[in-house]
């Protein structure tokens, strides 16, 4: 079985090419790729190379391929298999594997398991610790967000508090409580402003900052005062451009009794410095955004840490658990991950894209790896309908769902553009 996939060989060294799979064993899934979202932990992998630490040092002659959040169809299944796993079948997968304590995953550390590829070999071990996973969604695009809201599902279970003269460490986020989400106009902090108005346990107050007006008019017009009054929950965006003493005014907004629950979404020194200014008693900091410097610092107030029991903890990706949690929410319709993207493409503008991710406005970029197609922003589908009538399509398929992309438009997608 041939497959054409986007490798990584070095740092910013990324090629789409076509090889030969091995045939599968009795203990492996051969997969056909559908959708892959792109993680900006891609880009840092792409740009690091053989220093990041879950990239093997002989990518130069055994390259991986990148892409982690990915979905598709099942098309081979081992013989010692059979039972578990049906082929036409659709799956989703953890890419999180901590496979006896290994940090490999895919779209980081394999050769024959990554996202951005037309077809994969799912290795044995993924099976046997249940990072794959049967699905039955009507979506693709779905299944491969599931990861990117896993890591934010996670990152809530995991913070938590502690009550004075006791040791027990209670967690998840304070119900009721006052949460600040920092830099979070971004995709993920889009999901968690979903989840943290439609999960089953919520804050009373809302808090999100950005420097970005127009990704906060953005956030603004998907989530509403008044959808987040109807959860419960006090819902407040903050520009915080030019504001002088930022962790005063946000601050303000508790009656200065500060945040329970904050989580940073970029990883900015002054964001940093920030969240930890804004913590109230036993609150508790996530460091949700990976720094790609090993050297990354921030001033952190240790007297609150002491006397106001104010804590600091990071998260990385989220496990099965949490992946569960994210489809069963999307199916029931409580999150709709489609709020973080902004753009979608085919598997030639995988490479181009990772390597400017940065620098790419916009939310999540979508890639659907059986099309040709450069990265397209769906603000840009009427402009580019004007010329060709499949993105006028999608133009109106997209308007009749407040903008945001859907089950309708990735199957006129796949149906239009599919190889």
Known sequence: MKTRAVRLYAENDLRLEEFELPEITDEEILVEVISDSVCMSTYKAAILGTKHKRVPQDIDVHPIIVGHEFAGNIVKVGKKLKGQFKEGNKFALQPALNYKGSMWSPGYSYRYFGGDATYNVIPREVMEIGCFLN????????????EPMSCIIGAFHASYHTSMGSYEHRMGIVEGGKMALLAAAGPMGLGAIDYALHADRRPSLLVVTDVDEEKLARARTIFTAAEAKKCGVELVFVNTQGVADVP?????????????????FTPVKPVVEQGDQILGRDGCLNFFAGPTDPQFGAHLNLYNVHYGSTHIMGTTGGNTADLLESLKMTEEKKINPAVMVTHVG????????????????GGKKLIYTHINMK????????????NDTRFACLADIVSNNKGLWCAEAERYLLEKWRD
Do not use: C, M, W
Not at 135 to 144: I, M, P
Not at 248 to 264: M, P
């Open 346 to 361: 085919g598997l030639d503008a995988v490479a181009e894209t990772v390597l400017n991710l940065p620098h790419i406005p």
């Open 135 to 146: 699905y039955q969604g009507e979506t693709y695009y779905e299944a491969s967000l599931a």
């Open 248 to 264: 005063a005014k946000l601050r303000a907004l508790t009656g200065d009794t500060g945040f329970d629950d904050v989580f940073v």
């Open 375 to 386: 990265l397209t922003a769906i603000d840009d589908f009427v402009k580019l309908g004007l």
